[in-house]
């Protein structure tokens, strides 16, 4: 696209906070690039305050319907006066090709901000040196770290979920170092928010397996406080960097970028002994985050500074963080079909499952985390991959004590060495991918793992302690 005349205007809106646009600076980068680059002057700014932009071509309005996906720098959540500045990239919003455009303008118009536009929705650790970067809705919304999704229904045909507050940060995934040398958490919007834990008894393959009658009963859940997730498994390379080792038994060219497997829940938490010698298994009723020393999980919180509580989720935070406003069967808003194959087509895009149409899992392998579609939180492989060890014991009655509402529901000591693990893995069928699901393993989960289908997500309360 080529700009033959460049023109600007502005429009200093009404605003509750008086803020306003004083002057407009439009340049083509021509002849090197087709963007078109905005300056702008803000002033009187008092509260946070979002730019909204219009094009036109002399004073016919263009269609902006893509316009705002095109452009990348200071749009939300601007809280000082001063100069800002953002790019057009006038191909992506006008056309798949150069197109020329006689009297290129842009007006602008001062919005306030939503209330919650500076709130910190990431963090990113740095596993190398301990450091933390917290990323903004504003961050995002403005193109710091790359392409964000505000429409859930836009990453998946048929996809939906009951969630009005949507971003996704899509762009998490086009950079290795969140998948290795980096680890990404998103916070969950749990805080005196309630939901129906469990599958109704109408859902396709619920409780498949004996073993499993009673563990999806439905039970009303509610959170005090909210929680933060990883966005993808835990990775080999991020547990190397954490514990200096290797347990994993994939060994492919990408392993780095593969789930971590065959951890057990002891190099994860620990074991100790009490005051009279008797074995002490994690979590405790007196402290249900407290790990032993030197366990994996004690590594990770003193290298960020012990300033968040780097744990297993409980069944509850798993499952709400799965479902992301969805009551189906799969966190994309669909459900599973039939259990009389493995397939499912419903699943395909969301997760790494066994698909094989005689359930044979002999050539299946863990994949590289986040190459499926997300949830609506922007969550990848919540379903597949492997399956995702979970802080609680595991027990036949989702709400053993008949409460009608259950708060924070902890993550409770395992009777006989059985371990909760959710959302199934490589070599699972469809019906053990579930939201609602749930299943264990005995005493290897507890002493030693030597399972590839079993893996680990992490979490922590979004209060620093």
Same mark, same amino acid.
């Given at each position: 696209?080529?700009?033959?005349?460049?023109?600007?205007?502005?429009?200093?809106?009404?605003?509750?906070?008086?803020?306003?646009?004083?002057?407009?600076?439009?340049?083509?980068?021509?002849?090197?690039?087709?963007?078109?680059?905005?300056?702008?002057?803000?002033?009187?700014?008092?509260?946070?305050?979002?730019?909204?932009?219009?094009?036109?071509?002399?004073?016919?309005?263009?269609?902006?319907?893509?316009?705002?996906?095109?452009?990348?720098?200071?749009?939300?959540?601007?809280?000082?006066?001063?100069?800002?500045?953002?790019?057009?990239?006038?191909?992506?919003?006008?056309?798949?090709?150069?197109?020329?455009?006689?009297?290129?303008?842009?007006?602008?118009?001062?919005?306030?901000?939503?209330?919650?536009?500076?709130?910190?929705?990431?963090?990113?650790?740095?596993?190398?040196?301990?450091?933390?970067?917290?990323?903004?809705?504003?961050?995002?919304?403005?193109?710091?770290?790359?392409?964000?999704?505000?429409?859930?229904?836009?990453?998946?045909?048929?996809?939906?979920?009951?969630?009005?507050?949507?971003?996704?940060?899509?762009?998490?995934?086009?950079?290795?170092?969140?998948?290795?040398?980096?680890?990404?958490?998103?916070?969950?919007?749990?805080?005196?928010?309630?939901?129906?834990?469990?599958?109704?008894?109408?859902?396709?393959?619920?409780?498949?397996?004996?073993?499993?009658?009673?563990?999806?009963?439905?039970?009303?859940?509610?959170?005090?406080?909210?929680?933060?997730?990883?966005?993808?498994?835990?990775?080999?390379?991020?547990?190397?960097?954490?514990?200096?080792?290797?347990?994993?038994?994939?060994a492919g060219e990408d392993a780095d970028m593969h789930p971590v497997?065959?951890?057990?829940?002891?190099?994860?938490?620990?074991?100790?002994? %009490?005051?009279?010698? @008797? *074995? #002490? +298994?994690?979590?405790?009723?007196? !402290? /249900?985050?407290? $790990? =032993?020393?030197?366990?994996?999980?004690?590594?990770?919180?003193?290298?960020?500074?012990?300033?968040?509580?780097?744990?297993?989720?409980?069944?509850?935070?798993?499952?709400?963080?799965?479902?992301?406003?969805?009551?189906?069967?799969?966190?994309? %808003?669909?459900?599973? @079909? *039939? #259990? +009389?194959?493995?397939?499912?087509? !419903? /699943?395909?895009? $969301? =997760?790494?499952?066994?698909?094989?149409?005689?359930?044979?899992?002999?050539?299946?392998?863990?994949?590289?985390?986040?190459?499926?579609?997300?949830?609506?939180?922007?969550?990848y492989d919540m379903h597949g991959n492997v399956n995702e060890l979970?802080?609680?014991?595991?027990?036949?009655?989702? +709400?053993?004590?008949?409460?009608?509402? /259950?708060?924070?529901?902890?993550?409770?000591?395992?009777?006989?060495?059985?371990?909760?693990?959710?959302?199934?893995?490589?070599?699972?069928?469809?019906?053990?991918?579930?939201?609602?699901?749930?299943?264990?393993?005995?005493?290897?989960?507890?002493?030693?793992?030597?399972?590839?289908?079993?893996?680990?997500?992490?979490?922590?309360?979004?209060?620093?302690?």
């Amino acid at each position: 696209m080529k700009v033959t005349t460049v023109l600007a205007s502005f429009m200093a809106a009404a605003s509750l906070n008086a803020a306003v646009i004083k002057q407009v600076i439009v340049r083509q980068q021509w002849p090197w690039s087709t963007d078109v680059k905005v300056e702008y002057k803000l002033a009187d700014v008092q509260t946070p305050v979002n730019i909204s932009v219009k094009a036109f071509n002399g004073e016919s309005e263009l269609d902006n319907s893509r316009l705002a996906d095109s452009i990348v720098g200071d749009l939300y959540g601007i809280t000082e006066s001063g100069i800002g500045q953002f790019v057009i990239d006038p191909v992506k919003a006008f056309g798949n090709k150069k197109v020329a455009i006689a009297d290129f303008r842009v007006e602008l118009e001062i919005t306030e901000a939503a209330a919650n536009i500076n709130e910190n929705i990431y963090k990113i650790f740095c596993l190398t040196n301990g450091t933390c970067t917290d990323v903004s809705r504003a961050d995002l919304l403005n193109g710091k770290y790359g392409p964000v999704e505000t429409d859930f229904a836009k990453i998946g045909n048929g996809f939906s979920t009951s969630l009005s507050d949507v971003i996704i940060w899509t762009g998490v995934t086009n950079n290795i170092d969140y998948k290795t040398t980096h680890l990404v958490m998103r916070r969950i919007p749990a805080k005196d928010k309630t939901f129906v834990m469990g599958s109704p008894e109408s859902e396709v393959g619920r409780e498949k397996v004996q073993n499993d009658v009673g563990t999806e009963n439905q039970v009303n859940v509610r959170f005090s406080r909210d929680y933060y997730v990883s966005v993808f498994e835990l990775t080999q390379a991020q547990y190397r960097y954490i514990t200096k080792q290797s347990p994993s038994t994939y060994a492919g060219e990408d392993a780095d970028m593969h789930p971590v497997e065959t951890v057990s829940y002891n190099s994860l938490r620990g074991n100790t002994k %009490g005051p009279s010698g @008797e *074995s #002490i +298994n994690w979590p405790t009723n007196s !402290n /249900l985050h407290e $790990v =032993a020393a030197g366990s994996s999980l004690y590594v990770l919180r003193a290298a960020t500074g012990n300033a968040y509580e780097f744990d297993l989720p409980t069944c509850a935070e798993w499952e709400y963080a799965c479902r992301a406003g969805t009551v189906t069967s799969f966190n994309n %808003g669909k459900d599973l @079909e *039939s #259990i +009389n194959v493995y397939r499912s087509a !419903n /699943l395909e895009s $969301v =997760a790494w499952y066994n698909n094989d149409v005689n359930g044979n899992a002999g050539a299946l392998h863990t994949h590289v985390v986040g190459l499926k579609a997300p949830n609506a939180w922007g969550l990848y492989d919540m379903h597949g991959n492997v399956n995702e060890l979970c802080l609680d014991g595991y027990h036949k009655n989702t +709400n053993p004590d008949g409460l009608a509402e /259950l708060l924070d529901p902890p993550g409770l000591i395992a009777v006989g060495g059985q371990r909760a693990y959710r959302g199934g893995g490589y070599a699972t069928p469809s019906w053990f991918c579930r939201s609602a699901a749930r299943s264990y393993d005995h005493m290897q989960i507890w002493q030693g793992n030597s399972n590839r289908n079993i893996g680990v997500r992490l979490a922590f309360g979004a209060e620093e302690k």
